[in-house]
Nanobody, 115 residues
Framework: QVQLVESGGGLVQAGGSLRLSCAASRSIFSINAMGWYRQAPGKQREWVATITSGGNTNYADSKRGRFTISRDNAKNTVYLQMNSLKPEDTAVYYC?????????WGQGIQVTVSS
């Protein structure tokens, strides 16, 4: 019922910035929680950040202060601003939406941070 498409990934040098976007196929105004996850090669998927309909945000401890999650309901889009990127941030990043009966996921987008 809901499609999520990530964009904005790519290759960046350590210390640089990227802004990821996640466009939803429907209004996200009433969606309570949307978030970002990431998965590095050979490792488990980990939670990065979450934002609620009220604008409250939560971050994994290692991301707090460098990453910022936001949402634009008029554009049906959630963003992840990533600053001071490190090689350890290299991963496939996934957008997620928490529905009433199931969770929805984007296909993922590659972020590569070079030394």
């Amino acid at each position: 019922q809901v499609q999520l498409v990530e964009s904005g990934g790519g290759l960046v040098q350590a210390g640089g910035s990227l802004r990821l976007s996640c466009a939803a196929s429907r209004s996200i105004f009433s969606i309570n929680a949307m978030g970002w996850y990431r998965q590095a090669p050979g490792k488990q998927r980990e939670w990065v950040a979450t934002i609620t309909s009220g604008g409250n945000t939560n971050y994994a401890d290692s991301k707090r202060g460098r990453f910022t999650i936001s949402r634009d309901n008029a554009k049906n889009t959630v963003y992840l601003q990533m600053n001071s990127l490190k090689p350890e941030d290299t991963a496939v990043y996934y957008c997620s939406l928490s529905g009433q009966t199931r969770d929805y996921w984007g296909q993922g987008i590659q972020v590569t941070v070079s030394s």
